[in-house]
Nanobody, 111 residues
Framework: QVQLVESGGGLVQAGGSLTLSCAVSGISLSSTAVDWYRQAPGKQREFVAFITSSGNKDYAYFVKGRFTVSADKVKNTAYLRMNGLKPEDTGVYYC?????WGQGTQVTVAS
């Protein structure tokens, strides 16, 4: 059974940084990609970034150059490093692997 647990969210001032973690169990990151999504209040969940099992990465245009996705295969944990945070980055951030979702972690960016 695949399980994902996000952590690392919090309240940060605009321009600040946070690193989110996604601890994965039930499957190795050597065998699966991990996607990051976010959902702002009143909006649909949207794609943010992904990293494949071979390390290929891609980003939504609105985070490209500010966010970096990575994975530690020893810890079986994926990360989302977020720099230059903006108030519009506020939302619940989720990770996804093999169509399984974590519970999400709240990110709030104050202006």
């Amino acid at each position: 059974q695949v399980q994902l647990v996000e952590s690392g969210g919090g309240l940060v001032q605009a321009g600040g940084s946070l690193t989110l973690s996604c601890a994965v169990s039930g499957i190795s990151l050597s065998s699966t990609a991990v996607d990051w999504y976010r959902q702002a209040p009143g909006k649909q969940r949207e794609f943010v970034a992904f990293i494949t099992s071979s390390g290929n990465k891609d980003y939504a245009y609105f985070v490209k150059g500010r966010f970096t996705v990575s994975a530690d295969k020893v810890k079986n944990t994926a990360y989302l490093r977020m720099n230059g945070l903006k108030p519009e980055d506020t939302g619940v951030y989720y990770c996804n692997a093999r169509n399984c979702w974590g519970q999400g972690t709240q990110v709030t960016v104050a202006s």
